[in-house]
């Protein structure tokens, strides 16, 4: 669909896939499972989290916060997804396509922030035990995981407002699989370039500083689990940390693909198949990380189930 020049946009197509011919509804019912298991498994973390007294400490409130905020990603994105491909493409308001990037640009500046107070919270654990519970109290634990949220949700304007003031003017098809920052940017006839140099600016202290303050944890972190004189002591120690690493490795791994990875030579495929990674496996491998890797976890999971 054409627009003119003077007229404004008010909605978009959203292709996802394309035709997928006679494959459509096994895609279709591959994401909707893979919806649903999300969906659960993140909703159960929280619930068990807030109804199992063993569960109540500031490890498992900081991972509630994660789960939370991968429920928002999926449930902000795959809903379209799926649309997309039962009805080979979906219409999006322009309000609607705009409020998607938003939520979905200030859940992942959240788990940006949010990953480094869950290592923090493993270096005083393990480096600093005997110091541990005064100083994670709750004031802290309520200051640490609210401000991951305030810095995700205020940041982001500086970049989505800009691109709601874009205009298109060629068409209003988004050929991606929903409303992402460069698909708007690559279909805005404005100029893009204030945005993109932002992006640049902010997405690099948002990567670089979190990223090298897990490092910096870890390293601590890991020189005492060496200093550690038993076996069984070492591999409890590592233990509370490994699936947190995980998580790190799996978020970064494909935030790094998405955003920091010239997409130039990208084909469209390539870039659908990557934010897929970042948007739809992720939120999913994170409670499959928790609940297969956590003692405390199954225990509680048995307790709930009877």
């Known amino acids: ?13 959203l292709l996802g896939f394309g035709n997928l011919h006679s494959f459509n509804i096994i895609f279709f019912m591959f994401f909707l499972i893979i919806f649903l298991f999300t969906v659960m498994g993140n909703f159960l973390i ?12 500031p490890m498992y409130y900081f991972l509630s916060h994660l789960s939370f905020s991968d429920l928002v990603i999926s449930m902000n994105t795959l809903p379209n997804i799926l649309g997309a491909i039962l009805l080979r493409g979906i219409r999006m308001t322009y309000l609607g396509c705009i ?29 600093n035990p005997l110091r541990y519970s005064s100083i994670m109290d709750l004031k802290c634990q309520i200051c640490l995981s609210v401000w991951p949220w305030v810095l995700g949700l205020t940041l982001n304007f500086t970049v989505v407002l800009p691109i709601s003031n874009f205009n ?15 698909p708007l940017q690559k279909l805005s006839c404005s100029d893009t370039s204030f945005v993109e140099l932002e992006v640049f600016l902010f997405s690099l202290p948002m990567f670089i500083v979190p990223c090298g303050f897990i490092v910096g944890t870890y390293v601590y ?27 790190v490795g799996t978020f970064y791994g494909t935030l790094t693909a998405k955003y920091m990875v010239p997409s130039k030579g ?7 198949i990557v934010s897929l990674l970042h948007t739809v496996f992720t939120p999913l491998f994170n409670p499959i990380i928790y609940s297969l890797r956590n003692q405390d976890i199954k225990m509680a999971l048995k307790k709930l189930s009877g």
């Open 99 to 127: 409020t998607q990037l938003y939520f979905f640009c200030g859940t992942t500046v959240t788990e940006c922030f949010l990953l480094p107070v869950m290592s923090y919270d493993r270096y005083l654990a393990i480096c």
């Open 221 to 247: 972190i890991f020189l005492a689990i060496v200093r550690i004189p038993t076996n069984a002591g070492k591999l409890k120690a590592f233990s509370t940390c490994s699936s947190h690493l995980i998580v």
């Open 46 to 57: 929280i619930l068990l989290v807030s109804v199992t007294a063993q569960l109540q400490t």
């Open 168 to 182: 298109f003017c060629h068409d209003n098809i988004i050929d991606h699989v929903f409303c992402d920052l460069f």
């Open 1 to 13: 669909m054409s627009t003119k020049n003077e007229t404004r946009v008010t909605e978009f197509i």
């Open 266 to 272: 990208h084909t469209l495929l390539m870039n659908k």
